[in-house]
């Protein structure tokens, strides 16, 4: 009997200190917040904004044009001769159908660039994560979940460290 419960107590201690051994460290990453919040997005979206500027602005004025040849059509379609207002409304239509293609590649540009400048912005916060991740020693960071209480939330130190890198960069 003696032996039983001394066998018992040696694997009661043994499942325990293996327990403790086994406690995980989790953190957490709110992957939007930091996109929202860190600088880098921020300054690629400046980026993205003034590379793309002067298109936009061509687009916007041919949205006018076509706008008042439309208008124009509308107006005075049934007092012009049936050769012009033909000629006109073919004019509208290869008017409508420039914008349309220009449009198109400026969203197909915008958005390959926008992947672009995303991608690299991920890998930088990737980066930021794995270092904290190192120093204080986690065994596993999530960045999407259902629930997540504060004490694991590490969203905050995340941020700061991508706008300390930030000014590193920009020294």
Known sequence: MKRWITALLVGIFAVSAFAAEAELKVGFVNGQRVINESPQAAKAKKKLEKEFEKRDQELQKLAKQLQTVQEALEKNGI????????????????????????????????NMRQNEEMAAIYERVNKVIKTIAESDKYDLIIQEAVYVGTRIDITERVIKALAADSKEAAK
Do not use: G, V
């Open 79 to 110: 007092t012009l001769a049936e050769s012009e207002r033909r000629n006109k409304e073919r004019e509208l239509a290869d008017l409508n159908r420039d914008f349309q293609r220009r449009q198109r590649e400026f969203r197909e540009d915008l």
